[in-house]
């Protein structure tokens, strides 16, 4: 039973391209070997017999000479056989001729490979035992060459028929000479024996030449691919034979036209053994499709973690994509590469459980917080324990932070002990870590992590693993690079025909899967980043009572979960909204309103305390009529801020866009606003505290306290700069005759009067302040005495006309006295004195004037 591998018999077979697609579709790049053996077989004459090959690739020359010398060898024997023809009985050649090209058709594909049998190898045998070996050899080879051009798509070209047709006359050649030979009839050997001895002849060479291709165009040990790919099929052979024998005893005692009736048994045989094959084809199928189903799961569960650790997934398929590469040229088993590629996407799985705010803290971990991120290695291990894989993925992922100078954790390995699949994976795992940017530092350039990966080598990474590294690293960072480029997953491949489907053993086209799942990764990190900004959030609540403060930090917070274009915080006071904090577009328009409850998109949001998503911003002005501004704004995401007793206030936020904000922003929003409104609350209280601490109750200007923590803050700015500053102290005379005549409440008015009096004369940025009583005093930097004497005319005027508008008569005045930083003082204490002092002089000056006034008018 031939087979053919690519057109090329195969024991029982032939191999054939697939779904006629050319075998011209060669690798530019280096060979390499697919997810399965079958792949390798099913490829390996796309990657030969392009010779010099496609884009300039050469195979190699082992594999060359191998080809040329079997065609060489074997393409002579046909001619050489027909030369020397003779047969016994045309008719029975003719017939068994026909039998053998009809059994060539009856041809099933082999599983796990694009192999074909068929029952040419039968008549093979038979040839051999009853027929002349000219009569043999031309049936065998006529017989392989129906079965690699029946219904083939495509055609095979010449070069792979040449080395069919030279390795079945070889095979056939061998088997033969072994049953003829005369040694084996001299030391007693019979028949049967003989029989077996060249079925088993013929098979070794027929596999063996086919299995030496793929292993030197592999670069692999061809004893491993021959048990891989053939050995499997060696107990068919021997059946063969045993069939062969039936029907040469049938022959030598019935006749032979009786032995060719044996065709109908060969064909119940096929249609049985093809039977067979078909449904173990079922099952290897459904085998293989749980096992990736199996993998696919681990790998998106790997994956969903990854992305709760880090903002992309990238960073998994990076190193397992490196570590695969490396790993394949440092030649570990098949075992450990499977390893390998599973570690490679489970070995965070143990940072489950690590705290999330250990994970994505942006600043170096205390000993503390890094010794509770040292057990995630030991937890990923006991958890793909209970996964039970058939190859050994838990150690690597339990050593894949260990040192090779045994530094390490968690068991302190040291050198060869560590598995070498946790070499690989630690080595490339810091690699890409260096490359990539962590809340905790800025990525390196390649060449930059390569140099750091170096001068660990020895240390803590294998120097043959950084030595590979070294190697490739350039090649793999262009393969990722253009990937990115492309907008495509990146797998490290050959470069190939685009239009070979992933059956032909490539890197897998991206399907639907692939490409969904950047957007559900991306749901997860979103989430994460939000349960991470909404703590912050909270932590900023927390540590300020500053009202301005506060929304300030929540409107940057704010910023990186939500974009707007403009925020406002409207406080609710006096039955308006206050614009508290404006930062966006239309400043000037916002800082203006006083919005009346009920008025406006946030008016209605604080009366009804329900959040109004995408309203119309032109809304918030309308109350003004003919006076409101246009905003430039088009949309409005408004929410109630709720304190103990209702709304507190209204957060706005505004875009440029129509229907700008989601659902999504609403919800952010609304969990952000929960904890807000009582933060506003306290902040305002603590400011009327503040206030009131500070301010004066009656005139609310600054009071005793206030104004010396302010004087002792301009003396030091007055120092520093060398400027003038100036003290004034004001005392009111005849302020006690205004309360006996008037009353306490007309008094109170009074003092209110007079302090708006003060402030409106004096300038911007001076300091008017209430000592106690009836006396104020005035804190003007950069004045000098005689800006000070220009200013006194002008407060005496100012306490005049006070008394005028409240008591409808000139009831009060005032005395002025004067001190000034540094030439009176250099201290508050001192300066407050020296103004004292002098304001009670001119005090002085003005009762001993009204004491004079009397005798003045007798005279």
């Keep these: ?121 039968l008549f093979i045998l038979v040839g051999i035992l009853d027929l002349s070996y000219p009569e043999t050899l031309l049936m065998g080879c006529l017989g392989g060459l129906v079965q690699s051009l029946w219904q083939a798509k495509p055609r095979p070209r010449l070069i792979q028929l040449l080395f069919n047709f030279a390795n079945l006359a070889i095979s056939i050649s061998l088997a033969n000479l072994v049953f003829h030979s005369q040694f084996a009839y001299k030391i007693g050997l019979q028949w049967p024996l003989l029989l077996a001895a060249a079925s088993t002849t013929y098979f070794a060479m027929n596999t063996m030449s086919v299995s030496g291709i793929i292993a030197m165009t592999e670069r692999r040990n061809p004893i491993l691919v021959w048990k891989e790919c053939y050995l499997w099929s060696f107990p068919y052979s021997l059946l063969g034979a045993l069939i062969a024998g039936g029907v040469s005893i049938i022959n030598r005692s019935l006749g ?46 790997s994956l969903a973690i990854e992305a709760k650790d880090h903002n992309t997934h990238d960073h998994l398929r990076r190193v397992q994509t490196y570590a695969m590469q490396i790993g394949k040229d440092l030649n570990v088993t098949e075992s450990e590469l499977n390893a390998i590629r599973a570690a490679a996407m489970l070995h965070d799985i143990g940072k489950l459980a690590v705290p999330e705010h250990i994970l994505s803290k942006p600043g170096r971990l205390t000993p503390e917080e890094f010794e509770k991120l040292k057990i995630h290695p030991i937890v990923g291990a006991e958890i793909l324990d209970r996964v039970q894989f058939p190859y050994p993925v838990v150690p690597i992922v339990r050593s894949h932070h260990e040192k090779w100078n045994g530094t390490g954790y968690p068991d302190g390995l040291t050198g060869e002990a560590i598995p070498i699949g946790a070499r690989i994976l630690s080595a490339v795992d810091c690699f890409d870590a260096l490359t990539s940017e962590r809340p905790y530092r800025r990525a390196v350039s390649a060449d930059e992590a390569m140099g750091l990966l170096r001068a660990e080598s020895g240390r803590s990474y294998d120097p043959r693993v950084v030595a590979c590294i070294e190697q490739r690293y350039k090649e793999l960072e262009e393969v990722v690079s253009r990937s990115k480029r492309e907008g495509r997953p990146f797998e490290l491949t050959s470069k190939v025909d685009r239009s070979v489907a992933p059956s032909a053993g490539f890197a897998e086209m991206p399907d639907e899967a692939e490409v969904r799942a950047a957007s559900f990764l991306a749901s997860i990190v979103s989430a994460r980043q939000e349960a991470q900004l909404l703590f912050e959030l909270a932590q900023t609540l927390g540590n300020s009572l500053s009202l301005r403060e506060t929304l300030s930090v929540v409107a940057a917070r704010l910023k990186q979960m939500i974009p707007y274009d403009s925020i406002v915080f409207y406080i609710y006071e006096d039955g308006k909204l206050m614009p508290r904090y404006v930062h966006g577009v239309d400043y000037d328009l916002f800082t203006s309103i006083e919005m009346p409850l009920g008025q406006g998109v946030s008016g209605w949001v604080a009366q009804t305390e329900k959040p109004i998503i995408n309203g119309d911003p032109a809304a918030e002005t309308k109350y003004l009529g003919d006076r409101a501004q246009v905003s430039v704004l088009q949309s409005v995401l408004s929410v109630p801020l709720r304190g103990r007793d209702g709304a507190a206030g209204v957060l706005s936020l505004y ?16 969990a952000a606003s929960s904890k807000l409104g009582l933060s ?108 000070a004497e220009e200013l006194k005319p002008r407060l005496e005027l100012a306490v005049e006309e006070a008394g005028q508008s409240i008591c409808g008569a000139k009831v009060v005045t005032a005395s002025i006295g004067c001190a000034f930083y540094p030439k009176d003082g250099s201290t508050a204490e001192e300066l407050l004195s020296e103004a004292d002092r002098r304001m009670y002089e001119t005090k002085e000056t003005y009762y001993k004037l009204r004491r004079e006034a009397p005798r003045l008018q007798v005279s």
Excluded at 83 to 102: M, N
Excluded at 756 to 771: H, I, P, T
């Design 1 to 121: 039973m031939p087979r053919d591998l690519g057109h090329r018999k195969v024991s029982t077979g032939a191999l054939e391209p697939r779904d006629g697609r050319s075998v011209d579709s060669a690798l530019d790049g280096e060979p390499r070997l697919g997810k399965k053996s079958a792949h390798t077989i099913r490829n390996w004459w796309k990657r030969v017999w392009s010779l010099p090959a496609q884009h300039g690739r050469f195979m190699g020359w082992p594999a060359t000479v191998f080809i040329v010398t079997q065609v060489l060898a074997g393409v002579p024997l046909l001619p050489y056989a027909l030369l020397h023809w003779h047969t016994e009985d045309s008719l029975r050649f003719a017939s068994f001729l026909a039998v053998a090209l009809g059994a060539s058709v009856f041809k099933v594909r082999l599983p796990g490979i694009q192999a074909t049998m068929s029952a040419n190898f």
């Design 256 to 301: 032979w036209q009786v032995a060719i009736l044996v065709l109908p048994v060969v064909y119940w045989i096929y249609r049985s053994y093809r039977t067979y094959l078909d449904r173990l084809e079922a099952e290897k199928k459904h085998t293989e499709a749980i096992a990736d189903l199996h993998l696919r799961t681990i790998e998106a569960l």
């Design 655 to 670: 875009l440029r866009a129509k229907h700008g904000f989601t659902k999504d922003h609403l919800r952010l929003l609304l």
């Design 680 to 787: 506003v609350e306290n902040a305002l209280q603590f400011e009327k505290a503040q206030d009131s601490a500070s301010t004066d109750f009656l005139t609310e200007l600054p009071n005793a306290r206030s104004i010396c923590v302010h004087l002792e803050r301009e003396i030091a700015r007055s120092r520093r700069n060398g400027t003038a500053l100036a003290v004034l102290l004001s005392d009111l005379n005849g302020f006690k005759s205004v309360n006996d005549n008037f009353g306490h409440l007309v008094g109170n008015k009074l003092l209110q009067q007079i302090s708006k009096n003060l402030k409106s004369a004096c300038r911007e940025y001076d300091q008017v302040g209430r000592l106690g009583g009836d006396e104020f005093v005035f804190v003007l930097p950069e004045l000098t005495k005689e800006g």
